[in-house]
């Protein structure tokens, strides 16, 4: 009887200890951006494949990520997630989560014309107006194209690098875009070259910089493509521990803007080769939570060449 008794009493302290951190629902919406690839913006998913999470007890959510996090749940999605989440981040990702409203039918897509995306530009730059594209970026393209020219140099008039080693920037998100610059302004991302472009931008022309780049046409990659490659990216490598590139870059590498992943399909090979080496040594650390390092640690060089050779092909 003894055991007994005093066995509810340790299940009733971890119970408690589980729920003595209360979640900010609010710190936990800023923090669900990175959840919003696989289980959808408010916990309503896109993808039959993964769970909703919206009206999910808060309670059951701490419990999963906390088991993601110890290992005594496994999956090879969730664990790199989990990996740098404080029982804080948990609360918070669960408060937010479990007062969404659960819905059996997504809502329908808007028809307001003024949400309409603009046409992206040609290689020759003759980019659209700015004012429809206010409906959908912070910044204004047509300021973007003006201040632009300082990027032309390594990225091309209409972000298209033509110097393999330097990033293709059109049709890149907006949100990545200006993520990217604020990281090389504050030093969280370093490069000597970047760090003397970004020191007098303000958050404004980072915005317009990247509403500029979002809209224009990127050209196809030169890489022929792998097969190793492509099985890597949508099924990864359960042996290494090596989790699918498909569930954040997307089916077509076309990245989640919402999470601010970024595109990938034909990209510069060079330049892709040398940012998944940069996150596998530390060298590059401004990914969220560690994911990108967490994942590149375990890629051997051949693993980094054929998935770059895959990447690069998407069109």
């Known amino acids: 009887m003894k055991k007994i008794i005093f066995s509810l009493l340790l299940t009733m302290g971890a119970i408690h200890t589980a729920s003595a951190v209360e979640g900010d629902a609010d710190a936990g919406k800023a923090k ?12 309503l ?8 999470l919206a009206g999910q007890h808060a309670a059951y959510i701490v419990k999963q990520l906390s088991d993601f996090k110890s290992g005594a749940r496994t999956d090879m999605m969730m664990a790199p997630m989990a990996t740098n ?34 046409a992206p530009a040609t290689a020759t730059a003759e980019i659209v107006t700015s004012t429809p594209a206010k409906a959908l970026y912070a910044g204004d393209v047509k300021a973007g194209q003006e201040k632009s020219a300082m990027c032309v140099s390594c990225h091309g008039t209409d972000g298209n690098s033509p110097i393999a080693m330097y990033p293709k920037l059109a049709g890149q998100s907006a949100s990545y875009i ?19 472009m970004v020191a007098a931008l303000s958050e404004q022309d980072m ?38 590139c498909v569930a954040c870059h997307g089916v077509k590498g076309k990245g989640m803007a919402q999470a601010s992943f970024p595109a990938l399909a034909g990209q510069n090979a060079d330049y892709l080769k040398k940012q998944i080496a940069n996150f596998r040594d530390g060298s590059r650390g401004n990914d969220r939570n560690n994911m990108m390092r967490n994942i590149a640690i375990k890629l051997s060089d051949s693993d980094i060449d054929e998935l770059v050779n895959y990447m690069s092909s998407l069109k």
Do not use: W
């Not at 998913?45 to 993964?50: A, D, E, K, R």
């Not at 804080?88 to 949400?115: C, G, H, N, V, W």
């Open 207 to 244: 915005n317009d910089l990247g509403a500029y780049f979002a809209v224009q046409t990127p050209t196809a990659g030169q890489a022929k493509g792998s097969d190793v490659g492509h099985k890597l990216y949508f099924g990864g490598d359960a042996n290494k521990g090596i989790t699918a």
């Open 178 to 196: 200006s993520k990217q610059l604020a990281d090389f302004k504050s030093g969280e991302r370093s490069d000597p070259i970047m760090a003397g």
């Open 45 to 52: 998913n896109p993808n039959p494949s993964y769970p909703d």
């Open 32 to 43: 669900a951006a990175v959840c919003g690839a696989c289980h959808g913006a408010t916990g």
């Open 85 to 118: 989440l404080s029982d804080q981040d948990m609360a918070d990702l669960a408060a937010f989560f479990s007062i969404q409203e659960r819905a059996s039918e997504k809502p329908a897509a808007s028809t307001d014309s003024s949400a309409t995306a603009a």
